[in-house]
């Protein structure tokens, strides 16, 4: 999800990476966002990354991103136990077990084989539960057909990464922030080559980004010129009540399986 705060910076927000603490900020320091004109209402509401904004012609290079990232070990878990609070949600399917079951299943998309086509069309029919958290537009083997066809589909990053041909052996983590800061179609994208990527990243990626780490929200703050109530910064860096869901054989997995996401962080430091 992408929050425009003016004309010359933008909130870019990876799931499970201080998107409540931000999202507190603003509301609190009372912005004016701008009116996107060219934006639908489900775009301008749902989960969206760069790309649209270049589509529709609001985006410029000048803008400044600021994204907040945490370390893999951490998201992983905490993406996790949120997924089990939601039956409804699209990577439920995977959580249903125990962590390293689903760690297991995400940790290189490319190889994920798992057939998920009646879980995911259930969750867009709002079938699994009361609320469904998809903002359903059209029905679902439209929405795989359009992904099939590299239709970016606006609202749900989800759905691009879920229903795309993901040919680079990254984890859900990289998907995810490349899928918010790709300058390209990020469907295209995800059907690269992991060695395409690593070799072309900036001409892939928007790379006026500044880069926080959970525990450096109040970084974010100053730059962005906000009063400082309402922020709740992680004090911690990497708990051991993290490293403790993980095996070795696990550890050298987000190694191997993060090395876009890293090449990332050095490229935009």
Do not use: Q
Request: hydrophobic share 35%.
């Amino acid at each position: 999800m992408c929050i425009i705060i003016n004309e010359h910076n933008i909130f870019i927000h990876i799931p499970k990476c201080a998107g409540s603490s931000i999202k507190r900020l603003i509301n609190s320091n009372k912005l004016n966002k701008p009116k996107l004109k060219n934006l639908s209402n489900k775009i301008e509401k749902g989960h969206w990354g760069i790309y649209p904004l270049i589509k529709n012609n609001i985006f410029s290079p000048n803008m400044k991103g600021h994204i907040v990232l945490r370390d893999p070990i951490e998201w992983y878990v905490s993406l996790y136990f949120y997924v089990k609070k939601f039956k409804d949600h699209p990577y439920f399917i995977y959580a249903k077990n125990d962590f390293k079951y689903f760690f297991n299943h995400l940790i290189n998309m490319k190889n994920n084989l798992i057939d998920i086509d009646e879980h995911l069309s259930n969750h867009v029919n709002n079938k699994l539960g009361k609320k469904g958290i998809f903002c359903e537009y059209k029905p679902y083997d439209k929405l795989k057909k359009d992904v099939i066809d590299l239709k970016y589909i606006d609202n749900h990053p989800d759905f691009n990464i879920l229903m795309s041909e993901r040919n680079i052996d990254e984890g859900l983590y990289t998907y995810f922030v490349l899928f918010l800061i790709s300058k390209i179609n990020p469907l295209l994208l995800f059907s690269k080559t992991k060695e395409n990527v690593l070799n072309n990243l900036n001409d892939y990626i928007h790379t006026n980004i500044n880069i926080y780490s959970m525990t450096e929200l109040d970084k974010l703050v100053t730059n962005l010129n906000f009063d400082f109530k309402n922020i709740h910064a992680n004090k911690s860096s990497i708990k051991e009540s993290y490293i403790s869901y993980y095996d070795d054989e696990m550890l050298e997995k987000i190694k191997n399986h993060h090395e876009v996401f890293y090449k990332i962080k050095e490229i935009i430091k």
